[in-house]
């Protein structure tokens, strides 16, 4: 994007079920607010872009194309796949590697990619794999043609407004990806909890690219085991938990509570 997000200022978002950046009420979070919230996290931290971490449980996701099914307490898709790279409309979008135009589309349903790009590469060895960019303007497509070879630092195109990207605040969705699966531009960009480590292994940390630094990110917040793991450590078996397959809860909101993969349950009053 122009810049070396090594060395320039970024701001950190948490995405995450637990997140105050995220309201329980879900007409909160639609492009505008949430956009509104998160434009004010970059302008506090004297940032120039925000980050949206690779492999967060995120509360945003709610809409029926993230469902299973129609009942509300259904799994719904909330790991996310990339790395998002918030910053202003139009902002130019530039390509890390080499590589060959594989595949363009204008995904223009609600919530969905809107104009998309996936590059093909190559590693020293020869084995393949994909870069894709969610989010861009449309005319970013204008310019690109499936076969075009495209340099490293070429302009890919820009970021898309809220009206053409899905719906969503502008930002850039990075992904690094190792099979598509024959999906192309229909690859998911967020997966179901239950499939997490599948969709990991086909999306590998896009900051392997990115690199920003390690010691820029936040403790991650322990998961489900090691909680558990430090609540028998700290607490006596006399408090004992009624399920075999420990609940993590941290959110609730009106008769909801959610676990730290966003599933949502009833509470019980």
Not at 4 to 25: K, M, Q
Not at 76 to 99: F, K, M, Q, W, Y
Not at 112 to 135: A, S
Request: contains cysteine; aromatic residues 8%; proline residues 6%.
């Amino acid at each position: 994007m122009g810049l070396d997000l090594r060395t320039s200022p970024v701001c950190i978002f948490d995405l995450s079920v637990g997140s105050p950046l995220i309201h329980g009420d879900e007409r909160e979070n639609d492009a505008a607010r949430l956009g509104a919230r998160l434009a004010e996290e970059i302008r506090r931290a004297s940032a120039v872009v925000g980050i949206g971490r690779y492999n967060e449980a995120r509360l945003v996701y709610t809409s029926s194309p993230f469902a299973t099914g129609s009942s509300l307490l259904d799994e719904r898709r909330t790991i996310h796949l990339g790395l998002d790279l918030s910053t202003t409309t139009g902002a130019a979008v530039h390509a890390p590697l080499a590589g060959t135009v594989h595949a363009t589309a204008n995904n223009s349903a609600q919530l969905d990619y809107g104009p998309v790009v996936i590059l093909k590469h190559e590693t020293d060895e020869g084995h393949p794999f994909f870069t894709l960019y969610g989010h861009l303007s449309f005319e970013s497509l204008a310019g690109l043609r499936v076969g075009q070879t495209i340099a490293a630092g070429e302009r890919l195109g820009t970021v898309g407004t809220s009206d053409v990207n899905g719906g969503w605040a502008p930002h850039l969705h990075f992904q690094i990806i190792l099979d598509l699966l024959d999906l192309d531009c229909g690859f998911p960009g967020v997966a179901l909890p239950s499939q997490r480590a599948v969709w990991l292994s086909l999306s590998p940390d896009p900051n392997l690219i990115v690199r920003i630094p390690q010691d820029r990110f936040p403790r991650p917040e322990p998961t489900r085991d090691e909680t558990l793991a430090i609540r028998r450590r700290r607490l006596g078996r006399n408090l004992s938990i009624a399920y075999r397959n420990p609940v993590k809860i941290v959110r609730g909101w009106m008769q909801y509570l959610y676990d730290d993969v966003g599933r949502r349950y009833l509470r019980r009053l």
